[in-house]
């Protein structure tokens, strides 16, 4: 629900722009691909047409500007979406289930997951309002996560070819621990009422929003880009 965004702050603490990406993606890509699979029955396949529209528009952007990532500034823009989502009533409307809507989200989601890797709370954004029952959110939020995560690999590995050089054991042991994650984690979730895991999920986004606000700010301070 909130661990992707949680993990991409931890690796781009301590690796590479390029190897956090890369790691993350790998990771993230097994974990949301199991917890769909597990939850396939709760997927909403009509909004998956659209949703790939939006995907397609990003990483066709991407590609075309050839974009590395400075992840800072959309660190900063993901939390704050996240907190304009809590109190702004025109983000409020905002319903995945909607035609216009599922294209935005996406493009604004897969843009994210490319240039910062963590588009949890925004993904939120677009689900907490959609009505659908906490087995539901979680599997469409999945199944959409996967595509991202899957398409990040495909611009770092292929379309913009980023070398990566981490040890093919570290990506074995992170994907082994996601598989491990998700099972206890669909346990877990099978306990929770709807009204429930809605309050307890927007506290967690706006916790993550302000970290993702903080490190953002940090990285901006520390390391600040270059002029001229």
């Not at 993990?7 to 590479?16: A, E, F, G, K």
């Not at 979730?189 to 709807?194: A, E, F, P, V």
Request: hydrophobic share 55%; proline share 4%; charged share 10%.
């Amino acid at each position: 629900m909130a661990g992707g965004t949680v993990l991409m702050v931890i690796l781009i603490t301590v690796l590479p722009v390029s190897s956090a990406m890369m790691l993350h993606a790998a990771t993230q890509l097994t974990a949301n691909g199991s917890r769909a699979f597990m939850l396939r029955e709760h997927i909403l396949w009509r909004l998956l047409p659209l949703y790939l529209v939006g995907s397609a528009s990003a990483i066709g952007i991407a590609t075309y500007l050839v974009l590395i990532p400075e992840p800072a500034w959309v660190l900063i823009l993901i939390g704050l979406l996240a907190w304009a989502g809590r109190w702004s009533q025109r983000l409020q409307g905002l319903n995945i289930t909607k035609p216009l809507t599922t294209v935005l989200c996406g493009f604004f989601v897969t843009f994210a997951q490319l240039i910062a890797g963590a588009a949890g709370p925004l993904l939120d954004l677009f689900y907490l309002n959609s009505g659908l029952g906490r087995q539901s959110v979680v599997a469409n939020k999945a199944l959409t996560q996967t595509i991202g995560h899957g398409l990040r690999i495909t611009y770092y590995g292929v379309l913009i070819s980023v070398d990566n050089q981490l040890a093919w054991w570290l990506f074995a042991l992170v994907i082994f621990a996601a598989v491990i994650g998700t099972q206890t984690g669909v346990k877990i979730l099978g306990r929770w009422h709807d009204a429930g895991f809605q309050r307890i999920s927007q506290q967690i986004i706006l916790v993550i929003a302000t970290l993702c606000i903080l490190r953002g700010l940090y990285l901006l301070l520390t390391d600040p880009p270059p002029f001229g």
